[in-house]
C-alpha cells in the first residue's frame, strides 16, 4: 500500500466517501511533488522532451504576437506546469532571437521541478498559484497543465465517489458519467481575465475534445503503460482529457478572445516545422533520422499530431496567434 493510499483509507475511514476530484487533487500534488515523471525513465513523454522544435514553434508564435502588438516592452514569459523548463528553454532562445528577453515566471508546484526549471532558465521566478503574477501583458504557455487539474464526474446526476474495498480503493457506482472541472474552468477564467485587464496571449495545448460529451476519460500513467485509476495512488500520473468547449466558454466569458481549436500537427506544420526540421538537419546531417522522427511523431495524426490540440486565447486589442486558420 502506498503511504498515500494508506492517508486516503483512513480518511475515507473517518470522513466517508472523498469525491473524484479530491481524489485526483491529492493523487497529483503527491505525486509531482516527489518525483520528476517525464522522459524515457519516467511515466511519460511530453511534447517539448520529445524536440527542441516544439519550444522553438510556441517561442516563434508567442515573438510573433509580441510584435503584430506592437512590441509591448513590458510583457513577460509565463508557463504554467513547465515541468523540466525544457519548453522555456527553446522558447525563449528563439524569441531572444527576434530581441525579445521578458523575465520569466513559472507557475509551479512541485520543489523538485522547480529545481529542474531552475536549472533549464536560470533567472525565473516561481508562483504557486496564477495570483501573483505580474499584471503587464503576458506570453503564455500550459502544455500538458489543464489535463492535470482535478475533474468531478457525475454519474445519474450524483457525484462519483471512492470507497475503501478490500485491500484498497473503489468507486462508489458506475454508469454513464458527465465530467466537469471547476478547478480547470476557474484556472482559464482567471487568465482570460489578466489578459483583458493587462493584455497578451496564451496558449493551451493538451490531448482532448473539441465538444462537451458524455464519458469516463480519467486515466492513469505509470511507466510509459496505462494502469487502474485506483491503483498506487500518488505513485501514477492521473490525467483526463480536456473540454475545450468549456475552455473556450470560461474565455469568452472573462471578455477574452478565443481561436478556434486546431490538432497539434496541424498547427506546428502551418508554423512551419517543416523548414526548423530542414535547417535542423542541414546544421546537424547526422541528426537526420531523429529529427524526422520527431516531427511524426509530434505531427502526425496516428501519434500525438490529432489527439493534442491547441488553442489560442487573447485580449480583445491583441493580434490573434498565428497558425490557428
Ligand atoms: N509542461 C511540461 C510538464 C507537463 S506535466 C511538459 O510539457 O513537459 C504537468 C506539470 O504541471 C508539472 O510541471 C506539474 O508539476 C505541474 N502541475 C500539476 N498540477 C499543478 C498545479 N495545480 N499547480 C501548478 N502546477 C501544477
Redesign the pocket.
Known amino acids: 500500500m502506498t503511504p498515500l493510499e494508506r492517508a486516503l483509507r483512513d480518511r475515507i475511514l473517518s470522513e466517508g466517501p472523498i469525491t473524484v476530484e479530491t481524489y485526483m487533487d491529492a493523487c497529483?500534488s503527491y505525486y509531482?511533488a516527489t518525483r520528476d515523471?517525464?522522459g524515457a525513465s519516467g511515466d511519460f513523454t511530453?511534447?517539448?522532451?520529445i524536440s527542441q522544435m516544439f519550444g522553438e514553434l510556441v517561442g516563434a508564435c508567442l515573438a510573433d504576437c509580441w510584435v503584430r502588438a506592437g512590441n509591448s516592452g513590458d510583457a513577460v514569459y509565463v508557463e504554467?506546469?513547465?515541468?523540466?523548463g525544457?519548453?522555456a528553454a527553446d522558447a525563449l532562445r528563439v524569441m531572444s532571437s527576434v530581441g525579445l528577453d521578458p523575465p520569466v515566471h513559472f507557475?509551479?508546484?512541485?520543489p523538485v521541478?522547480r529545481a529542474a526549471q531552475g536549472e533549464a532558465v536560470p533567472g525565473a521566478s516561481w508562483h504557486h498559484?496564477l495570483s501573483t503574477l505580474p499584471e503587464v501583458p503576458l506570453l503564455l504557455v500550459?502544455?500538458?497543465?489543464l489535463d492535470?487539474?482535478p475533474i468531478r464526474q457525475i454519474v445519474d446526476g450524483a457525484e462519483r465517489r471512492i470507497v475503501t474495498a478490500a485491500g484498497g480503493l473503489a468507486f462508489d457506482r458506475d454508469g454513464e458519467i458527465v465530467e466537469v472541472s471547476p478547478a480547470r474552468d476557474e484556472a482559464v477564467r482567471t487568465l482570460a481575465e489578466r489578459l483583458v485587464e493587462n493584455d497578451g496571449v496564451a496558449l493551451f495545448i493538451d490531448y482532448g475534445h473539441e465538444r462537451s460529451s458524455l464519458g469516463d476519460t480519467l486515466q492513469a500513467v505509470r511507466g510509459h503503460q496505462y494502469a487502474p485509476v485506483l491503483d498506487r495512488p500518488g505513485e501514477q500520473d492521473l490525467t483526463a482529457h480536456v473540454d475545450f468547449e468549456a475552455v473556450a466558454k470560461a474565455a469568452t466569458s472573462a471578455g477574452a478572445s478565443v481561436t478556434p481549436l486546431v490538432a497539434q500537427g496541424e498547427w506546428l506544420e502551418r508554423l512551419g516545422i517543416a523548414a526548423r526540421a530542414a535547417a535542423l538537419v542541414r546544421a546537424h546531417p547526422e541528426r537526420a533520422e531523429e529529427v524526422d522522427a520527431a516531427r511524426r511523431r509530434l505531427c502526425d495524426p496516428a501519434q500525438m499530431g490529432a489527439l493534442f490540440k491547441v488553442i489560442g486565447v487573447h485580449s480583445p486589442g491583441w493580434p490573434a496567434p498565428a497558425g490557428f486558420r
Open positions: 497529483n509531482y515523471p517525464l511530453t511534447a517539448p522532451e504554467l506546469g513547465p515541468g523540466r525544457s519548453l507557475v509551479e508546484t512541485s521541478l498559484d500550459a502544455n500538458e497543465f492535470a487539474l
